[in-house]
C-alpha cells in the first residue's frame, strides 16, 4: 500500500481535500486526519475490512474497541442499545469537545468494532476536518489516535506519515495539533467510572452529574 500526503488548513478545510478523504472512506480505506489534539485515524465502521485495517495498521489487540465519532446526540442515539441516563446531562456540557463516553452498543454497530465487548465509546469533536468528512458521508468515523499501539501518539502529519507510511492510505496534514487528548469515562454500569484522564478534569465531570 502506497501512503498518500495532502496539506489541509484545519480551520478552513478545502472541499477538494475533505471529498478526497470522503471518497477512500467510501471504498474502505483507512485516512490520518487532525483532530482536536491529536491525529487519528478514521474509516468506516460498517465496513468490516476497513475496520480489519485499522486494527493491522495500528497493530492494536482485538479485544480494544475502536472509537466512533458522531455529529450529534440523534446520531448517538442511534448507535447506543440505550443512553443511560448520565450521558445526556455529560453529553449536553460537554460535547462537542474533548469528553468519550462509553455506552452500551446497538445491534447495527459491528462486534468487531467494539472489542467484541458490546460496548462502544461516543464523542462529537469540534475539529473542522472531522466534522465536514462526518456531514459528507452522513455516518459515525471509527477515530482512534495515529500511532502503533505502545508508541506515542503523532501530533503533525510529518510524523504520521513517517510512522504509518505503507500502513494508511491518505494522511491529511494540517500541521501541529497540541493539547491534551480527550478524557474517556464509562456509564455502562451503575454511576460512572473514569477509564482515561484527558482535557476534562474528574471534577468537573462530578460536578455536572451532581444532584
Known amino acids: ?12 478545510p478545502a472541499p477538494e481535500a475533505v471529498a478526497r478523504a470522503a471518497a477512500a472512506i467510501r471504498s ?43 455529529t450529534d446526540l440523534l446520531m448517538a442515539e442511534e448507535l447506543a442499545r440505550e443512553l ?15 469528553l468519550t463516553i462509553i455506552v452500551p452498543a446497538s445491534a447495527r454497530v459491528p ?20 466534522n465536514a468528512l462526518l456531514e459528507a ?7 482512534t489516535s495515529a500511532n502503533i499501539s505502545g508508541r506515542p501518539t503523532c501530533r503533525t502529519g510529518v510524523e504520521v506519515f513517517a510512522t504509518m507510511d505503507g500502513r494508511v492510505d491518505l494522511v491529511l496534514d494540517g500541521g501541529a ?3 491534551a487528548g480527550a478524557t474517556t469515562i464509562d456509564v455502562t454500569g451503575e454511576g460512572w467510572r473514569l477509564i482515561r484522564v484527558g482535557a476534562i478534569p474528574a471534577s468537573a465531570i462530578a460536578e455536572c452529574l451532581k444532584p
Not at 111 to 130: D, F, M, Y
Open 177 to 179: 495539533c497540541s493539547g
Open 111 to 130: 462486534l468487531k468494532v467494539t472489542g467484541n465487548t458490546g460496548r462502544l465509546a461516543l464523542r462529537q469533536s469540534r475539529a473542522k476536518i472531522a
Open 28 to 70: 474502505g480505506r483507512v485516512v490520518a486526519i487532525p483532530t482536536d489534539a491529536l491525529y487519528s485515524l478514521v474509516a468506516d465502521p460498517f465496513n468490516l475490512r476497513a475496520v480489519t485495517q485499522v486494527f493491522l495498521a495500528k497493530g492494536r489487540a482485538p479485544e480494544r474497541s475502536l472509537p466512533l465519532l458522531v
Open 137 to 143: 458521508l452522513g455516518q459515525p468515523l471509527i477515530a
Open 84 to 98: 443511560p441516563p448520565l450521558f445526556y446531562p455529560l453529553a449536553r456540557r460537554f460535547w462537542p469537545g474533548p
Open 1 to 12: 500500500m502506497s501512503t498518500d500526503l495532502i496539506e489541509i488548513n484545519p480551520e478552513e
